[in-house]
């Protein structure tokens, strides 16, 4: 007893000559059959003592932990106590990792060991006090708890070896399956990824990434919630499992990170604000995290800066600092949030003000207020004045404030100066307070029928045209734009300030210039054919320097030898910012409202650009141009905008000219985008510019492009479109074009004009050789038109079928009365009647409206067998998709301001499309015609009406749910039963498939215009055995249908929408599943 003192000083000794690790490898063999428990006990002590004056640094842990486990199943306690209390000094040292090492002794004594590790959780590892040879020799000693630096190795890693994350990949289909489109696969390959991770052996990896990487970061920004959760956690497991060496891969996730502090869901946020926290600790100082930090502060969206800077405040309040960090790049985004709106941004900005005087130095800091308004200068530069003071150093450490940038000398680490309790921060994300866009009562379920898109003027004829579906918030109340005019709703906005729109391609929303640049220049850019044009290059870069970034102006204007990739890189970013501002994607980091402003600014820049380069032989960079002009069409469309016409000339005269491309998929291409154009510029313009630049063109492709597109848009739009007496003699020209393609193409162009005027058509195109004379005559023959004998024949293969409605019709009849406006139409209309009666549906005016409505209605009252004889009913015939697409849209109209409908007028009209609907139904040969999209909108409308009118507290405007509902029974009983079960389908999946993204609740509007197409479908479904007896229905077309339902969402994600109480859940497919056994049910008995 007398020497053990002498003889643990000189063990120490020799470790500090040698090694702590040659000591207690020496000591472990005869320690292990050492018999006596106190001898073994005082061993244990001593070792312990070892441990905190030397710490771990260059100790192998795996030999330690042996011995200490070997100690642990000693029979004596005091033994074990000793053994306890030294595995848990290495526990302070190595870190809860040790954990997984003591796994397999018995329960109780494991159950005891955890109970002192959690004791001593977060307690710092002591400043070793002793240092060894070796570990001198190697590097010095680490000022964090006693760890040798990265040159002397990791005494973790002969414990646990770390792992290449690569490696953990091999075998596995996490990569690929990341990558998917789908959510759910997504979020499978990132849970098995996360159980990979979790598992003790990969906690620890090496210092490398390879492609999860870049897959990570997608993921990180991911649209759905549950991917972009389990993305975080797996970033902050990454960075704890590497630890220091992550600052290489900052880069990559600090700004991404940054960015989800954005969203409206504080469990999100949360998990960004654990992911950056574990970053942070990994990299043990923020050097590697300012610059993503920089950008992601430069944001205008109030709920990532504040919350942002509250986890800043609360990082340097918690932890110590280097010397020397360079918060420069954060000065000027800080200042400027001084004067922010948002008052958790004014304050987190105010509590961080102290530091960043303390690093970037006051004189810097205060220069950032001159950027300032005057009067938010004012403001803002008492508020720095006294972070200065707050900023002062204690007077025993001067050499800190000396240096705020990058000091020169060494000193002492400093604790960061708390904000003044003038300004306190609540450390938790505060609620967004911006601005956003006014969500539409039915946002995101029904297919928004283009407003803006189809102008109502008093003397235009037209039919609407479909546009596709759209995920931004609009207001239905806004109306139909005329063509050329900005929308009602909007507003001047102010430019952003170059902080706010340092992310964006583009950074002014100055409308003002777009004017000026299209009032001098808008003739310049119809680009026919040949490559870029060098005055048109410098020109356009000299527009687009002060309203686009720096990295887009210099892809855009690359000359290097990888210029082209550089173009493509550019237009990528062009096409990137107006598809996620036309899907009303938050990671821009701004409202709707201030990108619907800089996209509207910079529209006709990106547009020019296409147009300039838009006849470059290389694919890929035409494919590009072509995606640029389909996202700037599809924002214009959502945000309601009609072109002007120097806007259209910027790139319409070119994409006509494109129409002639040698590649069949660019031409293609195309002639889609021109098909799209009604939807943002009006149709009669479009047309107009169609007959000047593209029968013009001395590329025979070209003409012959141009002149399907005109036959196409009098087909659409009748008359209305064109102006006969100046447009049909130029398309007859053309009939004695060289190229036969062409000649063909004007022939049926003008086959479409006789369609519509009849024999009317001899007078429009003027003069004619005989020669063009007689292919014209051959061509009509063949058409029907309203001088052709043969409309009055009845087509054989036509079958009638009964009307099982009567009955109803009588109620609707006897509800309605007529208003005895009907008796004064004419019996006997023309195909230009018919045309002109369609297009006056639209109409501002609901009493002109209605009077062609009843038009309509009067040649309807025809019956179904008398109706092949008569030409006003031939006429309707050909015009039946055009009458169901304007009868949608000004239901529409009608119905989408609810406060309105009680109005007497508009309460006549309303009840006139319903008629019209009504007697439109009593004939099956006009109904058997209607497609599956037409099908699709009118249902859509029709559901979302009977929903509306049914709520209403206005008992005339609850009736009129009666009649939309027989309507749609109707409607069941007269189309094609398949092409009602397609539009169904359709129509159910457009609603219900974004729900889990969206977050819908059961009670919204959405999810009961789910449930009301459900019921549709069950009642179609019930009638499934009679329809196949009756051969209504084909099997061989109902299984493709639901095949492509199946596919769209899996069964399995049904399954999951049920359980996490999704709207609808999974009744979709349980309803699939009947009908399917419907079908097996009748068929099966005939084959056993």
Known sequence: MKLKKPAGETLLLFSEKTSLQFVLGHAYDPLSKQKAPKVLADALTWTDQALVEFGIAGLSLRGLIEFLKAALNNSNAAVRTSAT??????????????????????????????????????????????????????????????????????????????????????????????????????????????????????????????????????????????????????????????????????????????????????PVRASAIQTLTAIANACETLEPMVSGIATALETANPLQRSSLLAWLVERFKDSETTPGLDLNSWASSVVSCLDDRNGDVRKAAQALLPTLVLYAGYDYVLQQANSLKPASRSTAVPIIQAARAS??????????????????????????????????????????????????????????????????????AGTPVEAPTSRVPGKLGTGLKRPGGAPASAKPTPTPSPAASANLPFVSANLDAKKARLSKDAQRWINESGPTRKDLAE??????????????????FSRDHNAVNDHVSGLTMMYEFYSSAEAGDDK?????????????????????????????????????????????????????????????????????????????????????????????????RVFHLLLEHGLKSKVSKTRQGTLDELGGLLKRFGLGASEPNKAFPVIATAISDKDPSVRK??????????VLVGEKIWQLVGHLSPKDKTQLEERLRRVAGPSSPDRGETPEDVEVFSNPSTADEGLMRHEFPDDHDLEDNPQNETANDITIAISSILSNDPARSVDALKKIQKVLEIGPEAGPSSPAYRDLAEHTEGLIETITLQMAHVFERPHEITQQENFRLAKHLIQTLNAFCDHVFL???????????????????????????????????????????????????????????????????????????????????????????WKLARNIPQ????????????????????????????????????????????????????VVGKFVGRFI
């Open 85 to 266: 209390k030294t595995l848990v000094t290495v526990k302070i040292f190595a870190g809860p990792s040790i954990k997984d090492l003591v796994e397999d002794l018995n329960p109780q004594l494991l159950k005891t060991i955890l109970a002192e590790f959690d004791k001593v959780d977060g307690r710092p590892a002591p400043e070793p006090t002793r240092t060894s040879v070796d570990v001198a020799n190697l590097v010095p000693v680490s000022t964090s708890g006693g760890k040798a630096a990265a040159g002397g190795g990791d005494p973790l890693d002969d414990l646990f070896p770390r792992v290449e994350i690569d490696s953990l990949l091999k075998g596995t289909t996490i990569l690929a399956d990341a990558k998917s489109d789908a959510w759910k696969t997504k979020k499978e390959a990132l849970e098995m990824l996360q159980a990979i991770l979790d598992q003790g052996p990969n906690k620890r990896l090496k210092p490398t990434m390879g492609e999860i990487g870049q897959v990570l970061k997608a993921r990180v920004t991911d649209t759905n919630k549950a991917v972009q959760s389990l993305a975080l956690d797996i970033v902050a497991r990454i960075a704890t499992g590497m630890g220091k060496p992550f600052d290489k891969q900052c880069r990559f996730f600090v700004l991404p990170t940054c960015t989800v502090l954005a969203d409206q869901k504080a």
């Open 391 to 460: 900023a002062a150093p204690p007077p025993s450490k001067p050499a800190a404030v000396t240096a705020p940038a990058k000091p020169t000398s060494k000193a002492a680490p400093l604790k960061v100066p708390e904000a003044s309790p003038a300004s306190p921060v609540d450390s938790s994300p505060p609620p967004a307070a911006s601005k956003s866009a006014p969500v539409s009562k039915l946002s995101g379920v029904r297919r928004k029928l283009p407003q803006g898109s189809i102008p109502r003027p008093e003397s235009r």
């Open 539 to 556: 020109l356009l870069h000299h527009q687009m320097e002060p309203h686009a970034s720096k990295e887009l102006s210099s892809l855009l």
């Open 588 to 684: 821009l980091g701004l409202p709707f409202e201030d990108l619907r402003a800089v996209g509207l600014a910079n529209a006709d820049l990106a547009l020019k650009y296409v147009s300039m380069k838009a006849h470059e032989p290389q694919s890929n960079l035409v494919q590009k141009c072509l995606d640029v002009v389909e996202a700037v069409i599809a924002f214009l469309q959502t945000v309601d905008y009609q072109l002007s016409d120097p806007e259209a000339l910027c790139f319409i005269p070119t994409m006509i000219h494109k129409l002639g491309d040698a590649r069949e998929p660019v031409r293609n291409r195309v002639q889609q985008i021109v098909q799209s154009l009604p939807k943002v510029y009006a149709y009669s």
């Open 745 to 754: 193409s004007a022939l049926v162009a003008l086959s479409e004009g006789y």
């Open 927 to 1017: 109904a058997e015609s209607l497609t599956v999209d037409i099908l699709t909108s009118l249902l859509e409308e029709l559901t979302l009406r009977l929903l509306q009118t049914d709520n209403s507290p206005d008992s005339r405007v609850k009736d009129l749910s009666r009649f939309i509902n027989m309507i749609i029974l109707r409607i069941f009983a007269t189309c094609r039963r398949m092409s009602v079960f397609r539009a169904l389908f359709a129509l159910l999946l457009q609603i219900v498939k974004p729900f889990p993204s969206n977050g819908t609740s059961p009670e919204s509007q959405e999810a009961k215009v789910a449930e009301l197409v459900l019921k549709c479908v």
């Open 1027 to 1078: 329809d196949l007896e009756k051969q209504v229905l084909d099997p061989v077309e109902l299984f493709p249908s639901i095949e492509h339902f199946l596919q769209s969402v899996p069964p399995n994600e049904w399954r999951a929408r049920a359980t996490n109480k999704v709207p609808c859940g999974d009744m979709p497919l349980r309803t699939i599943k009947v009908i399917i056994q419907h």
